[in-house]
């Protein structure tokens, strides 16, 4: 049975001329930019919950998706069509990753043990198809936010019982991303926040949070994981504030509780949007601080105030999200997963074929640009210059030895006042459309 039968094997790549929307026109995996192929630079994942198991639903109305593999009566039978589905789904694509929570592949049970058992025989089954196709998992990740339990947080609830509850499932989210060679291991603490200060004690739960981390990074160790742990800074929703609200905030969080050498950050562009900053803003915190480590690579819309989790077509936005990659020299465990749902008027499933297809194309353009843009140099030579004088000997007495106020008083009495130089932000902007243009 095939749930994509309009594409017959795999979507063809048929450059710029193509007319063909199943096909490529931009995005061929073997092409080699700056002495790579593009599938090496880019390293696409397609994300398990929104592609998969996304239904629609918004908060005024139910879900519209057509999903053929979810039509089963029995759950363990739906998680099976649905696994068919997605490998049909990657392999056609062309992709080589993919990523998943635990109870995006196996339903939960009545009890822990069941669903325990319900996803290790989906792991087994995952196993198998990852085997046929040659498709990794580029993350794992444990759900600690549907479940009404998980109402008042996971690692941060007010009840250790919850807490342990929580914790349970990482041991067996994480080992599931183990047996199936997990490259990284991802936090996204959903409901790791609070809705209201009256009932929050925050200092008590950010505590929690650290001590829970540690606790997984602990395990790892115990069982031999050596995939990279990421957490995925959000600043709100479903919370009023999430803990970690952005990459300059997790940076603090990591350091204040010595979790630094431990875990990278998972960066989702419009995560970065509703901090009020831009993806570039927190792909430089992290990357200047070593821990840039994946991107959940979407894009919001600027006119609603929520995570719409849209695919990333803009090419402005995915040029610029690859300058930064391509400068740290590029992923080493990370890759671009498309954390994306399609839009609720999107509802057959030949609508996710389009959307990926177009997310890559962005991307691979994106990269094609940057490259471009890097190698052409101009953009680098200004910047380096704009801070040009540090480099001279009264710049480097300043940072690397030491001058007083006083010593800095009287400069300024012998020299007077500074020349002012433009920022030439309009003549960059020019320069960044010469290639996109
Ligand atoms: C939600 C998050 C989520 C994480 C994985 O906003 O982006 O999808 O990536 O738990
Ligand atoms: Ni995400
Ligand atoms: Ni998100």
């Known amino acids: 049975m095939s749930y994509f039968p309009e594409v017959a094997e795999r979507v063809p790549f048929e450059g710029k001329a193509s007319k063909n929307p199943l096909a490529f026109r931009h995005y061929a995996a073997a092409k080699v930019v700056g002495g790579k192929s593009m599938a090496e630079h880019l390293r696409f994942a397609v994300c398990y919950w929104h592609t998969f198991k996304g239904t629609g639903a918004d908060p005024f109305g139910v879900g519209t998706m057509i999903r053929p593999w979810e039509s089963a009566e029995d759950p363990m039978r739906r998680a099976r069509d649905t696994m068919d589905a997605a490998f049909e789904f990657m392999g056609k694509l062309g992709v080589d990753y993919w990523c998943f929570h635990d109870r995006d592949i196996a339903p939960e049970g009545t009890d822990f043990a069941t669903s325990t058992a319900n996803l290790q025989t989906m792991v087994e089954y995952a196993a198998e198809k990852q085997a046929s196709t040659g498709i990794q998992l580029l993350w794992g990740t444990a759900n600690l936010f549907s479940h009404p339990r998980y109402q008042s947080g996971a690692a941060t609830n007010p009840d250790p019982q919850v807490f342990a509850y929580a914790a349970a499932q990482v041991k067996r989210a994480l080992e599931a991303t183990q047996e199936l060679g997990g490259l990284g291991y991802t936090f996204w603490g959903g409901r790791e926040g609070y809705d209201t200060m009256l009932n929050t004690d925050m200092k008590r739960e950010r505590e929690q949070l650290a001590k829970f981390l540690f606790i997984a990074v602990e395990h790892a160790k115990k069982i031999g994981f050596k995939g990279q742990f990421y957490i995925e800074p959000k600043p709100k929703e479903p919370t009023t504030h999430q803990y970690d609200s952005s990459a300059e905030s997790c940076l603090n969080f990591l350091r204040e509780f010595h979790l630094m050498d431990y875990l990278k950050l998972n960066l989702e562009t419009n995560h970065a949007t509703l901090a009020g900053h831009h993806m570039v803003h927190e792909m430089r915190v992290a990357g200047d601080a070593g821990v840039l480590g994946s991107v959940d690579a979407n894009t919001g819309d600027e006119l ?75 953009l680098g030579d200004h910047v380096r210059e704009r801070y040009a004088d540090w480099e001279t000997e009264f710049g480097r007495k300043i940072l690397e030895g030491y001058k007083s106020l006083d010593d800095l008083e009287d400069h300024v009495l012998r020299h007077g006042e500074p020349t002012r130089k433009s920022g030439r932000q309009e003549f960059l902007e020019n320069l960044i459309n010469e290639f996109i243009l």
């Open 304 to 378: 609603i105030g929520w995570d719409t989790d849209q695919f990333p077509t803009n090419l402005y936005l995915t040029t610029q999200i690859m300058m930064e990659i391509l400068k740290m020299g590029g992923f080493t465990t990370g890759g671009l997963n498309f954390d994306a749902k399609v839009r609720r008027q999107s509802h057959e499933p030949i609508d996710l074929m389009y959307a990926h297809i177009g997310g890559m194309d962005a991307f691979a353009r994106g990269l094609e640009i940057a490259w471009a843009i890097l190698a052409d140099g101009r």
